[in-house]
């Protein structure tokens, strides 16, 4: 069955820190693989997202990802963080099956930000 | 353009009691999606439409849950009787759909989200 991973619950870093979050899929074909960023009190935002080609991402907010194939991974990256990227991120795989899409999310990481 | 509506914000109501949460998708997107998310974890797909047809209610609780999406455009989601385990923030997502090619009917566009306490 298709699965989404995020194995770290929490994290935290300290301000200009870099910052890597881990997201491990499990899907037979090559899937769609996206990143969504939750602050408190609001829906999810769409950071960045990989389809095909390119495996380096560009996202908003200095976001990117890179999907690894041999790894199953698609982890997301920042070089610098900033005290206002405390959030939780969530990574998901889009799948098409049936003629239809949906999203499977996995369980979230909360990001603290230390000034 | 205008982004994905959902009300009330949050709703408080004792268990056994009934609860329905409403969604305004983007203009023209033709799937719409309700996930559950409950707290400490991922969101979790409810029910999904295309236009006015049910393409995917395998997760929803049908003995308590519903849904419709009358004319294709906005949806409500019900909740009859409520259970302590539906504290939740339910949140309504919209996308192109298949119309729009496969790249566009991947990218959801979600609402802020309805957050539900059960006492």
């Known amino acids: 069955a298709q699965s989404v991973t995020q194995p770290d619950i929490h994290i935290t870093v300290s301000e200009g820190a870099s910052l890597e979050l881990r997201c491990n899929y499990s899907?037979?074909?090559?899937?769609?693989l996206f990143w969504y960023v939750q602050s408190p009190g609001q829906g999810l935002q769409l950071l960045l997202k990989?389809?095909?080609?390119?495996?380096l991402v560009q996202g908003i907010k200095g976001f990117e990802a890179e999907f690894k194939r041999s790894q199953s991974s698609f982890n997301l990256r920042k070089p610098s963080v900033h005290w206002s990227d405390a959030a939780e991120y969530f990574c998901?795989?889009?799948?098409?099956?049936?003629?239809?899409?949906?999203?499977?999310f996995g369980a979230g990481t909360r990001l603290a930000v230390h000034p | 353009e205008a982004g994905v509506a959902q009300s009330p914000r949050y709703k408080i109501i004792e268990k056994r009691q009934s609860v329905a949460f409403w969604c305004n998708p983007i203009?023209?997107?033709?799937?719409l999606y309700w996930y559950q998310q409950i707290l400490g974890q991922g969101p979790k797909l409810l029910i999904q439409?295309?236009?006015?047809?049910?393409?995917?209610d395998s997760q929803l609780p049908k003995d308590r849950f519903s849904a419709e999406r009358l004319k294709g455009v906005d949806s409500t989601l019900k909740i009859q009787p409520a259970k302590l385990e539906d504290s939740a923030v339910y949140l309504c997502?919209?996308?192109?759909?298949?119309?729009?090619?496969?790249?566009?009917?991947?990218?959801?566009?979600f609402g802020a989200g309805s957050r539900l306490t059960v006492l």
């Open positions: 997502a919209s996308s192109s759909g298949m119309g729009q090619g496969l790249m566009g009917a991947n990218v959801l566009t």
């Open positions: 899907y037979g074909a090559t899937p769609y």
């Open positions: 990989y389809f095909s080609g390119d495996t």
């Open positions: 998901a795989v889009g799948l098409f099956s049936g003629g239809y899409n949906k999203l499977i």
């Open positions: 203009s023209g997107h033709a799937t």
């Open positions: 439409f295309q236009n006015n047809g049910v393409v995917d």
